[in-house]
């Protein structure tokens, strides 16, 4: 399965950005789908996560601002980012799980996609 993100760029502070992720083929099985970022210098962080259902999963930094959300039929994942913030600046990755919950440990993920660049600046 190969992933392919896409929608980052440059934005301002408060300013919102959508990215998406579409994945080559379906998925046999409800596996969840999920967000990771890697700001420079840091290590690999979870954002969100989504199961088959629609039951969503957040980092504690995003709650609140950004929404999950995905089309199976589609095959894609959507991440929509509000209210960005200076530190939301990284790139972001989008993966597949090995298992049906939204889980926030980057090892559960088999599949990720390239990476897309989320820069937030004024």
């Known amino acids: 399965v190969q992933l392919q993100a896409s929608g980052g760029g440059l934005v301002q502070p408060g300013d919102s950005l959508r990215l998406s992720c579409a994945a080559s083929?379906?998925?046999?099985?409800?596996?969840?789908l999920g967000w990771f970022r890697q700001a420079p210098g840091k290590d690999r962080e979870f954002v969100a996560a989504?199961?088959?259902?629609?039951?969503?999963y957040y980092g504690d930094s995003v709650k609140g601002r950004f929404a999950i959300s995905r089309d199976n039929a589609k095959n894609t994942v959507y991440l929509q980012m509000n209210s960005l913030k200076p530190e939301d600046t990284a790139v972001y990755y989008c993966?597949?799980?090995?298992?049906?919950?939204?889980?926030?440990?980057?090892?559960?993920?088999?599949?990720w996609g390239q990476g897309t660049q989320v820069t937030v600046s004024s």
């Open positions: 989504i199961r088959y259902s629609g039951h969503t």
């Open positions: 993966a597949t799980s090995r298992y049906s919950y939204g889980s926030r440990t980057q090892s559960d993920y088999p599949y």
């Open positions: 083929r379906r998925m046999s099985g409800s596996y969840a």
